[in-house]
């Protein structure tokens, strides 16, 4: 069970109409930045990736495009319909696995993987929940492998545009409001990773995260 304090679980309405709710609110430069985003990422053909609540599968299918058709591909979500469009999306690689499992509890994968991506998710669990999660990830992956955080910057909320608080305080959950003020490298290297990169986007509001497992 998710923490009364977060959103990320959605359902009915909004998982239905995912892709097209997030093209919408963007004014459609969705699409756009995702293609930046996956071309920013290490992924080379070959890669093995681990997409932690994977959505859609609309993430999926840019890394698969890199990574190519033989790729090990185990994307983990909790929401059926989501997996099953992200199943529909990515029928090219039949090699791709969407699997019903919650990123908090202790995962099967050891040492298998060379990059985990984790989009809009990290921010919505409670500090106890993003410890497991982020030990699932240093344990998935191999030795140098990336892990890729896409999701709220760290910022001053208080002297944002009025637009964003607006957006954090009354459209999200009060998790990403503590999120925007988390140090996430700090976090990280808790859990043995470093080396960062970043990239950051809409105004320095969304980043893109880079973290090696060392
Ligand atoms: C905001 S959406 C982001 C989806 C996708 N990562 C993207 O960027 O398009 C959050 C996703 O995380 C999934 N999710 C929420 N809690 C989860 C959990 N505990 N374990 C696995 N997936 C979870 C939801 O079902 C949903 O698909």
Same mark, same amino acid.
């Given at each position: ?16 109409? +995912?892709? #097209? ?7 459609? #430069? ?13 992924? &080379? /053909?070959?890669?093995? @990736? ?21 790729? %090990? ?9 989501? @997996? ?8 090219? +690689? ?10 908090? /509890?202790?995962?099967?994968? /050891? ?5 985990? !991506?984790?989009?809009?998710?990290? %921010? ?8 497991? @999660?982020? *030990?699932?990830? #240093?344990? *998935? ?5 990336? !892990? ?13 545009? =009025? ?13 990403? /409001? ?6 996430? &490298? ?6 043995? =990773? ?7 986007? *809409? ?9 090696? &497992?060392?």
């Amino acid at each position: 069970m998710g923490s009364p304090r977060s959103k990320v679980e959605i359902k009915g309405f909004e998982a239905k109409f +995912y892709d #097209q709710l997030l093209d919408i609110l963007t004014l459609g #430069q969705y699409p756009r930045l995702l293609k930046k985003v996956f071309s920013l990422m290490d992924i &080379k /053909e070959g890669s093995s @990736i681990l997409d932690l609540g994977s959505g859609t599968g609309r993430n999926a299918c840019y890394m698969l495009k890199r990574a190519g058709n033989d790729a %090990h591909f185990v994307g983990l979500d909790i929401n059926e319909d989501m @997996i099953k469009k992200a199943r529909r999306k990515c029928r090219d +690689y039949p090699k791709a696995e969407f699997i019903n499992m919650r990123i908090e /509890e202790p995962l099967p994968f /050891e040492d298998e993987f060379d990059i985990a !991506f984790i989009s809009f998710v990290l %921010h919505g669990f409670e500090d106890y929940d993003k410890d497991k @999660i982020v *030990a699932n990830v #240093q344990k *998935a992956l191999k030795s140098g492998g990336k !892990f890729y955080i896409f999701d709220y910057n760290e910022f001053d909320l208080d002297k944002s545009p =009025f637009y964003v608080k607006f957006f954090i305080r009354k459209l999200e959950c009060p998790l990403a /409001e503590e999120f925007v003020n988390l140090n996430l &490298k700090d976090f990280l290297m808790r859990f043995g =990773f470093d080396n960062f990169k970043e990239w950051t986007f *809409a105004g320095k509001v969304i980043r893109l995260l880079e973290a090696e &497992k060392v």
